[in-house]
């Protein structure tokens, strides 16, 4: 593998004391010694739960070229090949502007309530059909996934897509100043995190932090279907510097403009116009958002000097993530199920969204459409309430049957019409037993709830339980 650093680079750039022998190509870096590659650095940053001090020693062990250490922390053998600095996170912030002091690359930054992980897999796919692409992985968005991505950045690349997330206001401001996008897209607001901010319209101030990073002449990707675009808009303009906006969406007076969709349970097909071009592409994962947000993805990529043409058909290949839509095919008594793993997260609009996709899903000749639905956090006082009002999301997309997870969840419950009740329980792991005894040949099982709710568990229960003999299409 070709070296992304040089021991000499990264000592330079992040003001490092060396120590021991240290290996001059380094291939990568990594937090996590139980993942780390031989020739990788390890940056021993200290979490919430754990201190990566701790690990230092088993990742030079499983090959580590060297650890980034803080003075005093760790005791390591004398020859141990290190980087000493006085902050470990600090370092690693100081190495990921050095990454985007170097890059010749066109960056984009994304963020939203929803569809930032998905929007910048798409880009992952619709920019690397044109060059080189470099994105962050999984869901790295705060203070040190941002800052990891951005120092992984190969100077090579011709294009580099990184997501920012945030649960409170004057998170986003440092990491897109870090980054400092040619390109940002903001992919919606919606009532998320409430608990932190308690309005909609403080959670679109935060996400217009990310504005603030825009490099001079770049362009912020607003969309225009939202009802906060004009707040957004807003912000665009009180900018330090003058900054393009290109908004999506289905409003005609959009930039990159829906005209037409099918929505079928495992793709969908798009007529648009991107930026005055008509464009005519397939998405390999099923999902109205999925649909919306291509729009801001294929208007960055034109942005960006991409091939259009490309990078629309690139979308073919996209596929949802475990957690965030993957399928899964049951192999249960008398014949198959699918479960649609949809359990990484949830939030109101996240649900709204699945609940269709699991409407759009065709069922066995005797099969039904199951939600099973855990507590969707952070949402404060509104929260009881805006699980009351799924009822009406669950009743317009022909689900069948709800099974439900926690206090909040209870809501929904009693908000539902009796036959449509499957089971409730105040956990999901005490709901499990009722779920694996339901399922029955053709259903359709849909499994969604917030991180905290740990819906997640019943997803690998009913992959174990029930012989899977291959993954569904989608």
């Not at 951005?150 to 897109?176: C, D, K, Q, W």
């Not at 969406?249 to 116009?273: F, I, N, P, Q």
């Not at 649909?291 to 034109?302: F, G």
């Amino acid at each position: 593998m070709n070296a992304l650093w040089t021991s000499h680079a990264m000592a330079a750039a992040m003001g490092a004391e060396s120590a021991g022998m240290l290996p001059e190509p380094v291939t990568g870096l990594s937090i996590d010694s139980r993942s780390i590659r031989p020739g990788e650095a390890f940056f021993a940053i200290k979490g919430d739960a754990h201190d990566g001090h701790d690990f230092a020693a088993a990742a030079l062990r499983a090959g580590a070229a060297l650890a980034v250490v803080a003075p005093g922390r760790v005791e390591l053998p004398a020859d141990a090949p290190l980087l000493v600095v006085g902050d470990v996170l600090d370092g690693l912030i100081a190495l990921a502007g050095a990454a985007r002091a170097r890059s010749h690359a066109k960056i984009v930054a994304v963020t939203g309530s929803v569809g930032k992980t998905s929007t910048k897999e798409a880009l992952r796919l619709a920019l690397g059909a044109d060059g080189e692409t470099h994105a962050s992985v999984a869901s790295f968005n705060n203070h040190w996934g941002v800052p990891l991505s951005l120092a992984r950045l190969p100077a090579s690349a011709r294009y580099g897509v990184f997501e920012i997330g945030m649960n409170h206001a004057g998170e986003i401001t440092p990491l897109t100043r870090l980054l400092r996008p040619h390109i940002a897209i903001v992919t919606t607001v919606a009532p998320v995190h409430l608990e932190y901010f308690g309005s909609e319209e403080a959670i679109a101030d935060a996400k217009a932090e990310i504005l603030l990073g825009i490099e001079p002449g770049g362009t912020a990707v607003l969309n225009r279907d939202n009802r906060h675009f004009q707040r957004l808009l807003d912000h665009a303009a009180r900018s330090e510097h003058a900054l393009h906006v290109v908004s999506f969406g289905e409003h005609e007076l959009a930039d990159a403009r829906l005209l037409a969709c099918s929505l079928r349970a495992d793709c969908s097909t798009v007529e648009a116009d991107i930026l005055g071009e008509r464009v005519t592409y397939k998405i390999g994962a099923p999902g109205r958002h999925l649909v919306d947000n291509s729009l801001a993805v294929l208007a960055t990529a034109s942005l960006a000097g991409a091939d259009l043409a490309l990078a629309a058909l690139a979308l073919a290949e996209q596929a949802p993530a475990a957690g965030r839509g993957a399928r899964i095919a049951l192999e249960v008594p008398g014949g198959t199920a699918t479960v649609i793993d949809e359990s990484y997260n949830a939030n109101p609009v996240s649900m709204r969204a699945a609940l269709a996709l699991l409407g759009a899903s065709p069922v066995g000749a005797r099969g039904r459409r199951i939600a099973v639905l855990g507590d969707m956090l952070e949402l404060g006082p509104a929260g009881r309430e805006l699980h009351r009002d799924l009822a009406q999301a669950v009743i317009d997309n022909d689900v069948d049957l709800v099974f439900c997870a926690g206090p909040l969840m209870h809501e929904l419950w009693q908000a539902l019409p009796s036959e449509r009740r499957g089971g409730y329980a105040q956990t999901a792991a005490a709901l499990q037993g009722a779920v694996l005894s339901a399922v029955a040949n053709g259903d359709v099982i849909m499994i969604k709830g917030s991180n905290g709710s740990r819906m997640g568990p019943i997803v690998k229960e009913l992959a174990r339980h029930f012989t899977t003999p291959e993954p569904a299409q989608g």
